[in-house]
């Protein structure tokens, strides 16, 4: 079965930089689009940089010049690299993947999470 497993979140002070990590294994045919979210204590889960197979990407607004999302497809792996960190930012953060295993079906994956703290 397929799963997601992401790395790289920590504490970190404001205006310091991380990168996330998402690995997808299993029985893969393709990725057909990837994504992160994040949730912060008391509020829903938001989608914060999505890229799909084409390469396009779109952001939130509240990370839009700070955050990339990228994807290495050799590896069934992308990654989330955050610059300029706020105390917002503070969350969980969830990578997902839309999965195909056998086309023409696709099963949206999450990962565990990792939780980025940003000190002021």
């Known amino acids: 079965q397929v799963q997601l497993v992401e790395s790289g979140g920590g504490l970190v002070q404001a205006g310091g930089s991380l990168r996330l990590s998402c690995v997808a294994s299993?029985?893969?045919?393709?990725?057909?689009?990837m994504g992160w979210y994040r949730q912060a204590p008391g509020k829903q889960r938001e989608l914060v940089a999505q890229?799909?197979?084409?390469?396009?990407?779109n952001y939130v607004d509240s990370v839009k010049g700070r955050f990339t999302i990228s994807r290495d497809n050799a590896k069934n792996t992308f990654y989330l690299q955050m610059n300029s960190l706020k105390p917002d930012d503070t969350a969980v953060y969830y990578c997902?993947?839309?999965?195909?295993?056998?086309?023409?079906?696709?099963?949206?994956?999450w990962g565990q999470g990792t939780q980025v703290t940003v000190s002021s």
């Open positions: 997902n993947a839309e999965i195909v295993v056998v086309a023409p079906y696709k099963i949206l994956y």
């Open positions: 299993g029985n893969i045919f393709s990725i057909s689009s």
């Open positions: 890229i799909t197979s084409g390469g396009t990407t």
